[in-house]
């Protein structure tokens, strides 16, 4: 059983920037593809970006070029680096951690970008 807590989010102004954290404990956190996914109000949740254990990324055509996914296996931490946000952004922040059919989520974290 993995566990994950997200960190990082807060109120920010278009523009700026945040970097969301993902700690995991509970297994081998170096085999698991790690992706973010956000949620915002009245829609459905969305991949915004992806991991490999081989630390191949993927993106969200709306995020490319402004998102980074990055991970550090010795600290067992995935983070999403956000620059340039745009008030588009705002959603609840999801880490999910994935591997064949073994699947787990954090439990969001709040990002809004307002003036």
């Known amino acids: 059983q993995v566990q994950l807590v997200e960190s990082g989010g807060g109120l920010v102004q278009p523009g700026g920037s945040l970097r969301l954290s993902c700690a995991a404990s509970g297994g081998i956190f170096s085999i698991y593809t790690m992706r973010w996914y956000r949620q915002a109000p009245g829609k459905q949740r969305e991949l915004v970006a992806v991991i490999t254990s081989g630390s191949t990324t993927n993106y969200a055509d709306s995020v490319k070029g402004r998102f980074t996914i990055s991970r550090d296996n010795a600290k067992n931490t995935v983070y999403l680096q956000m620059n340039s946000l745009k008030p588009e952004d705002t959603a609840v922040y999801y880490c999910?951690?994935?591997?064949?059919?073994?699947?787990?989520w954090g439990q969001g974290t709040q990002v809004t970008v307002s003036s």
């Open positions: 999910n951690a994935v591997r064949l059919k073994f699947e787990y």
